[in-house]
C-alpha cells in the first residue's frame, strides 16, 4: 500500500504558508528611561492553624484573583508514586457538604474559574461574588469528599496518559533526566507509573492530604477589588476549622552534579527526533547577588528568538524550530537548563553548538547586555499589570525571605548589573563542564556521531536504569530486500490480489486539538491523490493531484502545487514494495524495534519502510520532510476485498500523534474526474 496519510503533514504546512506574515525582525525600538517603580505592599495576618493571610487592593477593575499555596520541601510517595496528584484531583469532586454537580455549577453560574494542585489552588473571579468563591474553594480544601470510585477514575485517566506517553520521547526525556539529576528513588527525582498509580488506595490519598495538605506554611494571597477589614472575618469563617498537621519534613536528599560532565541517552527507537537538554544543579537563590547578573546572562544565552541559542541552533544552522535555556532560583531545587528538540540526524552538531555557547556566555557584548536590560524591564513592566504578578511578588518575598524593597528597586537592580557581574555569575550557575547532556531519541541513528564528541556517553532506559549500548540486531543472511517485499505481499493478500488494485479510499476520522476531524483519501495508480479534510462538515483542506499537476485548496485559496510537491507525490504504485526488487536506491539496513516490534529497515533517499520480522506486515515508515522526518505507524490490519489494510494509522507531526481511525476502505472505485 502507498504511504497512507504521509500528506496529512504536508496539508498542515500548506494552511502555515497561507496565513504566514511577513515580520520586520531588524526595526528594534529604542528603550526609554527607567521608570519609577510603586508596588502596593500587602497587609498580612495569620490564623490560630498557621495559614498566612496577605491582601493586596487594588480597585482598577472588578475582580479578585485568590492563591493558596503551601511552602514545604518535596516529600518521597515512593511505590505509590503519583498520589499527590490524585489527591489533588478529588478536590474538584464536590465536598461533604455539596455534591460534584452541584459545586461545579456553582462556580459556573458565578462565572469563576476555580482549580486545584497538590501544592494548592487558585481562582479568579468578580469582586461581588468573591465572598461565595472563597467559600467554596475552603469548603473543597477543608472538607473533600474522598470516594474509591473517583479515585479510581483517576487512576484510570492518569494510566491512560502514561501510556500514552510510553514512546513520546518528550515526556521520556523530562522523566528520566530529572531522575538522573536527583535519583530516581528521592522526593525531587521520582516519577509515577503504571505500576504506582495502580497501587494507590483511599486509605493513601486520605494520608497524603491529612499530612501534607494543610495550613501549616500555608500562605492565601488576595488580590483586587476588596477590603482589608472586611477580609479577616470572611478567611476566618472559610479557613479557620482547617486543621493543623505539625508534618516533620525529613531532609532534602543530596544531590550534587557530575563531575565531568556526560553524555545521557535513552533510546526511543520510534523518535525521529531527538529531545535535547544540558542541565547542572546550582545554588542560586532570589535575594542572591547573583539573581540579577545570572538572569541576564540566561536571557542572553536562551531567553527568546534574539538569545544566542535559537540564533545558531535556529537561524544560522536549522537543527530546529527552538532553542531555549532556563534559570531556576527556586527554593528547593535551583538549577540550570538549555533544551531544544533536533533531527535524529545533526543531534551531534547540535550538542556540539550547545556545548560552544554555553562556554562562550562567560563574555557577553555591549549591546546584548543592554538589549537584556531593556527587555526585561519591560516585561517586568508589562507583568505588573496581572494581579496573579502581584500575588506571586508578596509570595516569593515571604517564601523566599526577600529584601522588603525587593520589587520596588527590581528595575534600578537590573540597571546595576555589568558584564563583569554577568561573568561572575555564569561561572557559579552555568556549569558546561560538570552538566549532564540529556538525550532521548533514537540511539541507532544518533549513537556514532555522540561517540566522537569527547564526552562519556551512557544509556539508561525509560524508568532511569543503566543499560548497555543498544546494539543493532543482524539480519540473517538468508534475508533480502527481495524477500522482506514479497513476505509483506503475501502477508496482505498475495501478488495476484495486490496487482488487481488500481485505487483506494479511505475515510477516517481524528482529532486535532480536541476537535473531531474527518479526512477522505483517494488514491490511484500513477501517482494520483486526492485528499480532503473536514471539520464540523465544512472542508478546512484539500489537496488534489492527477499525476502530473494539482494544487492545494485552503481557507478559500487555491495554491498550484510547485515542482519539488509535485515531484514528491508522483509515486506510480499504490504498493511500492512491488518495485524493491529492481532498487539501485533501496538497501535493508537492520533490524530495530518499531511500534514494539522487531522489524526489518529498509531505507531510501528520502523514506524509511519497517516490516515486522515475525508477521512481514509493515509496521511504519519515516519520511523526509522540509520541516523534518515525518513518523507513521501502521497496526489493525484487516481484510477488505481480499487485500489486508491498516485500520489504525498514527503520524507525528511536531511533537504530536494524530491518530487516524479508518472507518471504511473501498477498493477501485476511483475516476479520473475525481483527480480533477
Known amino acids: 500500500m502507498k504511504k497512507q496519510f504521509t500528506y496529512i503533514a504536508a496539508a498542515f504546512l500548506f494552511a502555515g504558508m497561507l496565513s504566514a506574515q511577513k515580520i520586520d525582525l531588524n526595526a528594534m525600538p529604542k528603550p526609554g528611561p527607567t521608570p519609577a517603580i510603586n508596588i502596593a505592599k500587602p497587609k498580612t495576618f495569620q490564623l490560630s492553624n498557621g495559614l498566612t493571610v496577605m491582601v493586596v487592593e487594588n480597585n482598577k477593575l472588578p475582580r479578585v484573583n485568590t492563591t493558596l499555596s503551601m511552602d514545604r520541601p518535596p516529600y518521597y510517595e515512593g511505590n505509590i508514586a503519583g498520589v499527590s496528584q490524585i489527591m489533588a484531583e478529588q478536590l474538584e469532586n464536590g465536598t461533604t457538604n455539596l455534591s460534584k454537580d452541584d459545586f461545579n455549577k456553582k462556580i459556573d453560574f458565578l462565572g469563576a474559574s476555580l482549580n486545584f494542585s497538590s501544592n494548592g489552588a487558585a481562582s479568579n473571579s468578580l469582586s461581588k461574588y468573591f465572598p461565595e468563591v472563597l467559600n467554596l474553594m475552603a469548603d473543597a480544601i477543608v472538607n473533600p469528599k474522598f470516594s474509591a470510585e473517583e479515585i479510581q477514575n483517576s487512576k484510570e485517566r492518569t494510566i491512560e496518559g502514561l501510556k500514552a506517553d510510553e514512546k513520546n520521547a518528550s515526556s521520556i526525556a ?3 533526566s530529572n531522575a538522573l539529576m536527583y535519583g530516581k528513588n528521592t522526593s525531587r527525582g521520582e516519577f509515577e507509573t503504571v505500576e504506582t498509580i495502580n497501587k494507590i488506595q483511599l486509605a493513601d490519598v486520605q494520608n497524603i492530604y ?24 470572611l478567611v476566618e469563617k472559610a479557613f479557620g476549622s482547617w486543621k493543623k498537621s505539625n508534618t516533620k519534613f525529613a531532609a532534602l536528599e543530596p544531590a550534587s552534579n557530575v ?5 545521557n541517552v535513552v533510546d ?36 527568546g528568538g534574539e538569545a544566542r541559542l535559537f540564533m ?3 537561524e544560522k544552522n536549522g537543527f530546529t524550530y527552538g532553542a531555549y535555556s532556563s534559570m ?24 556540539k553548538e550547545m556545548m560552544n555557547e554555553l562556554n562562550a556566555i562567560t563574555t557577553v557584548k555591549p549591546e546584548e547586555l543592554e538589549n537584556a536590560k531593556a527587555k526585561l524591564k519591560g516585561s517586568f513592566i508589562m507583568s505588573l499589570e496581572k494581579p496573579e504578578t502581584i500575588a506571586r511578588f508578596a509570595l516569593n518575598q515571604k517564601v523566599q525571605d526577600l529584601p522588603a524593597d525587593f520589587y520596588t528597586n527590581y528595575l534600578k537592580s537590573i540597571d546595576k548589573v555589568t558584564a563583569a557581574d554577568v561573568s561572575n555569575a555564569v561561572k557559579a550557575t552555568i556549569l558546561p563542564n560538570q552538566s549532564r547532556i540529556f538525550i532521548a531519541g533514537k540511539a541507532s541513528d544518533i549513537a556514532e556521531g555522540l561517540d566522537k564528541l569527547g564526552y562519556p556517553v551512557k544509556y539508561f532506559d525509560k524508568e532511569a536504569n543503566p543499560v548497555a549500548k543498544p546494539a543493532a540486531q543482524k539480519v540473517d543472511a538468508s534475508v ?10 503475501n502477508a496482505i493478500g498475495g501478488l495476484a490480489a495486490v496487482q488487481k488494485v488500481t485505487s483506494i479510499m479511505a475515510d477516517a476520522t481524528t482529532k486535532v486539538q480536541g476537535m473531531d476531524m474527518s479526512m477522505k483519501l483517494l488514491q490511484a495508480k500513477g501517482g494520483k491523490m486526492r485528499m480532503e479534510m473536514k471539520m464540523m462538515g465544512n472542508t478546512v483542506q484539500k489537496i488534489v493531484f492527477d499525476g502530473k499537476d494539482g494544487y492545494v485548496e485552503a481557507q478559500g485559496q487555491k495554491i498550484p502545487l510547485n515542482d519539488k510537491q509535485k515531484a514528491e507525490m508522483a509515486e506510480p504504485e499504490l504498493f511500492p514494495e512491488l518495485t524493491f526488487a529492481k532498487s539501485t536506491e533501496l538497501k535493508l539496513s537492520g533490524i530495530e524495534k518499531y511500534n514494539n516490534e522487531d522489524s526489518y529497515v529498509v531505507k531510501g533517499p528520502k523514506s524509511t519502510y519497517y516490516y515486522s520480522v515475525k508477521t512481514g506486515l509493515k509496521t511504519g ?7 523534518g522526518s515525518i513518523p507513521t505507524s501502521f497496526a489493525d490490519y484487516k481484510d477488505v476485498s481480499g487485500v489486508k489494510l491498516p485500520f489504525t494509522i498514527i503520524q507525528n507531526m511536531g511533537g504530536m500523534d494524530i491518530n487516524m481511525s479508518i472507518q471504511s476502505y473501498q477498493l477501485n472505485q476511483a475516476k479520473d474526474s475525481d483527480f480533477k
Do not use: C, H
Open 174 to 176: 523530562s522523566r528520566v
Open 328 to 351: 531556576n532560583a527556586s527554593k528547593y531545587s535551583p538549577d540550570f537548563s538549555a533544551e531544544t528538540s533536533v533531527r535524529n540526524e545533526v543531534t551531534d552538531k547540535a550538542v
Open 312 to 314: 545558531n541552533l535556529r
Open 268 to 303: 526511543v527507537p520510534s523518535a525521529v527526533q531527538s529531545v535535547l537538554s544540558v542541565s547542572n544543579l546550582n545554588n542560586l537563590k532570589m535575594k542572591d547577588p547573583n539573581y540579577f547578573p545570572a538572569t541576564m546572562a540566561n536571557y542572553i544565552l536562551g531567553g
Open 480 to 489: 533480502s530486500l527481495g524477500s522482506v517485499a514479497d513476505k509483506y505481499i
Open 259 to 263: 563531575a565531568k560532565t556526560e553524555i
Open 621 to 627: 515508515e519515516v519520511k523526509a520532510g522540509e520541516g
Open 210 to 233: 491529612n499530612k501534607y495538605y494543610a495550613p501549616d506554611n500555608a500562605y492565601l494571597v488576595i488580590v483586587g477589588d476588596v477590603k482589608f477589614d472586611q477580609i479577616k472575618p
